[in-house]
């Protein structure tokens, strides 16, 4: 069983910085992208950032330039660097594991609260 575990949510002020976690447990099998998205109130969930197998990296364009994804293997944790906040990045953050080996398999975590507001 593949478990996501997010941390790192919080209130900020606009402009400021927060570094979301996720850590990741379980047997994981074959090759997988990780992934952040975020869901505000009244509003679909959105992809916010990816980083493949590959370990190429992708970003929303809200959001390009102010955040950055990364992985940690050794911890397998992967992190959302937040930069520059804006109160419209108020949501709930979630982590993404998706399969690229068992098709249509993914994961997600339980989500943590990010607000940004003076």
């Known amino acids: 069983q593949v478990q996501l575990v997010e941390s790192g949510g919080g209130l900020v002020q606009p402009g400021g910085s927060l570094r979301l976690s996720c850590a990741v447990s379980g047997s994981i099998s074959g090759i997988y992208d990780m992934a952040w998205y975020r869901q505000a109130p009244g509003q679909q969930r959105e992809w916010v950032a990816r980083l493949s197998y590959t370990n190429s990296k992708n970003y929303a364009d809200s959001v390009r330039g102010r955040f950055t994804i990364s992985r940690d293997n050794a911890k397998n944790t992967v992190y959302l660097q937040m930069n520059s906040l804006k109160p419209e990045d108020t949501a709930v953050y979630y982590c993404?594991?998706?399969?690229?080996?068992?098709?249509?398999?993914?994961?997600w975590g339980q989500g943590t609260q990010v607000t940004v507001s003076s």
């Open positions: 993404n594991l998706l399969s690229r080996t068992l098709i249509g398999t993914e994961y």
